[in-house]
């Protein structure tokens, strides 16, 4: 015999006993489908969850606050600095070997309306350094750029939210605004931060806000000698976020004259210590389902060693036939063993069929969809055909090792 013959050998006694076979493959099937949805679950977690990090624009960030004192002594020593000023980004960035960029802002609550709608908001005086510091790049229009600051010009940034609550669905690009008494013109829409996993006051007031130049904010509204609500620092050395933080507090420390009125939030570590959770978190989960799905294949590969004793039991006279005519102990051997490994691959590609089936309608369910995990499937596979391997080779011994003329009389 030949492998295209052992082959379709292999199939026929498998469609002679499609109910049997059926029955002996479910578990194979469940293992397959359930590695398959498993991974593809998992992935489609992993990216939703990193995406909604992404999101959040915290990754190498740090906020540098105003810090207020804890005694008397420690009230007359700040009475003697003017707070976080624009020219302690400069500070920042003069003395920087990790700090990448920085970004100051003055928050203010202010009355903004349009004809037939008065809202109070959150107004962000920023500069241009604070869409990329905290990756917000508009979804209409654009940011403040460094000639808005130079023409303290009036125009704004209204959050996603706002943006529907002042002008509903019409386009707001190029229309006005009033902030505090004074008329704005929109020039840039912020994104959607709606975020499934963290509901955060800041993206609420940022999606309520507005932002406006920094020079424009202070020119208009809360004068040039107002101290800074905080400023955004960034930094790409993400294994050194302890350096960083030590870097900034030095540059601010020498800047204020030794006066500590400032602290120094870690948020950045703060991040990657969540990552590492929901990484921790994940891997648990895939030890979890890995072993559902390998005990189903393990009792798939146990009723595919059954049925394979069963069969040759049945087709004794076959066997011995076969043998008395000219066929090999190897050729026998392989035949049962392809009947062994055609059966395990014939469950995995209907569970790979079912799991992807699956996939395809969980994804809807998904924002950014759930993608097929290949790696997930291919492996699914090589596990049934090493299962139909490893408990094909007893039967298949057996078959090969019988005498002719005892097997036919069997």
Request: with cysteine; hydrophobic share 50%; charged share 20%.
């Amino acid at each position: 015999m030949n492998l295209p013959e052992i082959l379709t050998g292999g199939i026929i006694e498998i469609w002679h006993h499609k109910l049997r076979a059926f029955l002996t493959l479910i578990g194979i099937i469940l293992g397959c489908l359930s590695i398959i949805f498993m991974t593809s679950m998992l992935n489609g977690i992993i990216l939703t969850l990193w995406k909604g990090f992404d999101q959040l624009g915290f990754d190498g960030v740090m906020y540098v606050v105003a810090r207020q004192p804890k005694d008397s002594v420690e009230r007359a020593r700040f009475a003697t600095s003017y707070g976080l000023r624009e020219r302690d980004v400069d500070v920042l960035l003069s003395r920087r070997e990790l700090v990448t960029a920085a970004a100051p802002v003055q928050e203010n609550r202010l009355a903004a309306s349009t004809p037939g709608s008065r809202r109070e908001v959150s107004v962000l005086g920023v500069t241009p350094e604070f869409a990329p510091v905290r990756r917000r790049p508009v979804a209409l229009g654009r940011f403040v750029t460094d000639n808005d600051m130079q023409r303290f010009a009036r125009v704004c940034v209204v959050g996603h939210r706002l943006r529907l609550r002042l002008f509903g669905t019409a386009d707001p690009l190029g229309r006005e605004l009033e902030l505090g008494g004074e008329r704005f013109k929109v020039v840039g829409v912020g994104q959607d931060l709606t975020n499934n996993f963290v509901d955060d006051d800041d993206f609420i007031r940022e999606m309520e806000g507005v932002f406006i130049p920094l020079a424009t904010m202070r020119k208009y509204f809360t004068g040039a000698e107002a101290p800074l609500s905080y400023i955004a620092v960034k930094t790409t050395a993400q294994d050194e976020l302890g350096n960083v933080q030590a870097e900034i507090a030095a540059a601010l420390k020498v800047a204020h004259h030794g006066v500590g009125d400032f602290k120094v939030e870690n948020i950045a570590q703060d991040i990657v210590r969540s990552r590492g959770e929901v990484k921790t978190v994940v891997r648990n989960w895939q030890i979890v389902l890995g072993t559902i799905a390998g005990i189903a294949l393990l009792v798939g590969g146990i009723g595919l060693f059954s049925v394979m004793i069963i069969s040759i039991n049945e087709r004794l006279y076959e066997i011995g036939m076969r043998k008395a005519i000219g066929a090999t102990d190897l050729e026998i051997f392989l035949q049962f063993l392809m009947e062994s490994v055609t059966l395990a691959l014939t469950g995995a590609l209907i569970g790979v069929g079912l799991g992807l089936a699956v996939v395809m309608i969980m994804s809807s369910f998904f924002a950014n969809g759930l993608p097929v995990d290949w790696p997930g499937v291919t492996g699914a596979v090589g596990v049934a055909v090493t299962l139909g391997v490893l408990f094909g080779l007893y039967p298949a011994l057996k078959a090969a090792r019988m005498q002719p003329v005892a097997a036919m009389r069997g």
